[in-house]
């Protein structure tokens, strides 16, 4: 079974206003309500291709039972833990003649709350890959993750897609994948990357560092992945008009790990997490499975 964990989820308010003005009444054009958190949009690309998932994390309050509903209605099994103080939050995200995201707090997530997620995790087996993506929480200690990380058994297959720290500190536990961009992983590093090959000189310091899959994304330039086997493949971007950056990121990671999962071929794995992360960018939402697979024909 493929888990997916995501400590902070929300609802997505996406709402489109002409000319929006400050002090005044505006009305929306456009308004669309998506279930937010990079784990569940993992869940939800991963559906698509047809892998089921249990999506794990915190929810509460009438906003996280939609969310929990909502995720059920697609189909896709979640697994959360219902915590009392507070409401799972509600983003705000504004598309105007420029573009305006208000986040909500989310709920308070309480020692017992958290110790209930780790006993869920103990039961996992080598049979189950687990996906740790997005932030910690205000209300949760820095290092979470590895704590989350600690309560595993040696042998469950880990993704992690986390900025900077958060990531750095998981590479002891040897993950089978981890999903900088290029930004990124110059920033861990105190460094701009330039070039190609020092995309893939600082990928390998992350492998020397524990990591045995490094995938690295470029926006526009495609993606190069540093694979286990002491293969390097660049992947070009895929063909078409981006409208939305969100999501593409974990679509990306979804598409990548169905690929391995299918096939155990990394690079066809890498050509299916490039799909996967351009059908999301080309359209309003998160990919459909027939939008992938239009895109990987191009491929």
């Known amino acids: 079974m493929i888990y997916t964990v995501t400590l ?6 996406v709402i489109q206003v002409d000319h929006f003005k400050t002090g005044q009444i505006n009305r929306n054009k456009t308004e669309n309500i998506y279930f937010g958190g990079k784990g569940i949009n993992v869940s939800c690309i991963l559906n ?11 929810i509460a309050g009438f906003t996280g039972k939609a969310l929990s509903d909502g995720l059920n209605n697609m189909g ?3 697994d959360f833990i219902e915590v009392q103080k507070g409401m799972t939050r509600i983003n705000v995200k504004m598309k105007s003649d420029d ?3 208000i986040n909500g707090t989310g709920p308070l997530i309480e020692e017992n709350d958290f110790e209930t ?13 687990l996906i740790l993506s997005g932030s910690i929480p205000s209300c949760m200690q820095s290092d979470t993750y590895e704590k989350i990380v600690d309560c595993l058994n ?26 900088p961009n290029n930004i990124e992983l110059g920033n861990m590093f105190g460094v701009k990357l330039n070039s190609d090959g020092e995309i893939v000189c600082y990928a390998k310091r992350l ?37 939305n950056s969100v999501g593409a990121g974990d679509s990306m990671v979804a598409g990548f790990l169905a690929g391995y999962l299918q096939t155990k071929d990394y690079s066809y794995a890498l050509k299916l997490g490039t799909a996967c992360g351009g059908a999301t960018a080309f359209h309003s939402g998160l990919a459909t499975k027939e939008e992938i697979e239009e895109v990987l024909e191009t491929l």
């Open 48 to 58: 698509e291709l047809g892998f089921s998932t249990t999506a794990l994390g915190f």
């Open 76 to 78: 896709i099994v979640s």
């Open 154 to 179: 040696d042998d469950v297959r880990l993704v992690v897609d986390a900025e900077k720290d958060l990531l750095l500190r998981i590479l002891k536990y040897k993950p089978f994948l981890i999903k």
């Open 207 to 243: 492998q020397e560092k524990g990591a045995r899959n490094v995938l690295v994304s470029m926006a526009k330039d495609g993606a190069i992945l540093v694979d286990e086997e002491g293969n390097v493949t660049k992947q070009g971007v895929a063909k078409g008009t981006v409208v």
């Open 8 to 13: 902070n989820p929300a609802l997505d308010y």
């Open 117 to 129: 997620l780790k006993d869920k995790l103990r039961s996992l087996t080598s049979e189950d890959t």
């Open 99 to 101: 573009e305006t995201e």
